[in-house]
């Protein structure tokens, strides 16, 4: 079965320094694998996703993941926090091999200081 | 372009009662799923359909049952609401003949409350 562990339950980064959201996964299938932002009260929105092409994946808002293999990881960075980056962010994986259903990690809440 | 639409935004029911939430796919997607969230938690997946059958079941309760009609939108069904039952609950589509990576578009989520 494939999860996804979110390594960190908080992080706490000033405005305008760099930003590491850790994630690891474990799956027998070639994942796919996605990073979802969530203001307070709204909806999941995708920021990235990887799915065999690139290792090195571009978002939106100036994210990005790297997909390392050997380390079964997927890290979300960004080099400079913006105070409307503070949200819920969800590492995600696909299970992909006859089931498209999504496993969420338990959620990273990054809090940015002005 | 269009998006994923769900019905209603906002529900208060009481214990016991039922409650329905609708589900509108991307058109031309053929595939929805349901997600629960509750209070900081993270998404947890329901049930999902394609092509009109039942593709594949999560944790969902007994009390709860779902259906994908001929025009693809879903309906989840949830009778005699417990406190508990107070969650997000999302519905995403996807269209798995074409999708070349797993995408799911999400709506914007039903706030159930059960008082």
């Known amino acids: 079965a494939q999860s996804v562990t979110q390594l960190d339950s908080h992080v706490s980064v000033s405005e305008g320094t760099p930003v590491l959201l850790r994630c690891n996964y474990s799956?027998?299938?070639?994942?796919?694998l996605f990073w979802y932002v969530q203001h307070p009260n709204k909806g999941l929105q995708l920021l990235l996703k990887y799915t065999s092409a690139a290792t090195l994946v571009k978002g939106i808002n100036g994210f990005e993941a790297e997909f390392k293999k050997s380390e079964t990881s997927f890290h979300l960075t960004k080099p400079s926090a913006h105070m409307s980056d503070a949200a819920e962010y969800f590492c995600?994986?696909?299970?992909?091999?006859?089931?498209?259903?999504?496993?969420f990690g338990s959620g990273t809440r990054l809090l940015v200081r002005p | 372009a269009a998006g994923v639409i769900q019905s209603p935004r906002h529900l208060i029911k009481e214990k016991r009662e039922t409650a329905t939430l609708k589900c509108y796919p991307i058109p031309r997607h053929d595939t929805v799923y349901w997600y629960q969230q509750g209070p900081g938690q993270d998404p947890q997946f329901l049930i999902s359909f394609y092509e009109k059958m039942q593709s594949d079941k999560g944790s969902i309760p007994d009390r709860f049952s779902a259906q994908q009609f001929s025009d693809y939108h879903s309906e989840l069904n949830m009778s005699s609401l417990e406190l508990g039952d107070s969650a997000l609950y999302f519905c995403a589509s996807i269209s798995i003949g074409t999708s070349e990576d797993n995408e799911q578009f999400f709506g914007p989520g039903t706030r159930l409350t059960v008082l």
């Open positions: 995600v994986v696909s299970e992909g091999d006859s089931s498209y259903k999504l496993i």
């Open positions: 799956s027998s299938y070639s994942p796919s």
